[in-house]
């Protein structure tokens, strides 16, 4: 298995470079006509929100359909693939920024009772405590 950096899942996202778009495109075509799978590691996923949110100025609602989206392409497996499913639920209900909650999700999922923060809002989730 392959794994894959933030700027292809970008390219293939937003195709603002037409010739890198279309690689990853074809990447993703070759992968799933051969059964090979391409691993997106949390870190890229955390750096694929904050490129769509800060450099891309995508809406949050787009953000989380673009995560959703790559989510549900066979090729691409996600370390944690319920992390993802989470991620997209609670980003949905909540107003805590995505790479915050994205944090808490993944260290619950790492077996954490919660993540300590002095970001009162943030410990609204469930997800957070305050120190």
Known sequence: MKALDTNVLVRFL???????GRKARLLFEKAEESGERFLVPTPVLLETIWVLSTVYRLA???VLHA???LAAIPVLEFEEHGVVVELVRLGSTTAADLPDLLIGIT??????ETTLT???????????AIV
């Open 14 to 20: 937003v195709n603002d470079d037409k010739v890198q």
């Open 107 to 112: 260290a619950r999922s790492a077996g954490c």
């Open 118 to 128: 002095f970001d009162r809002r943030l410990a609204k989730t469930g997800l957070f």
């Open 67 to 69: 995560i959703e989206a």
């Open 60 to 62: 949050r609602p787009d």
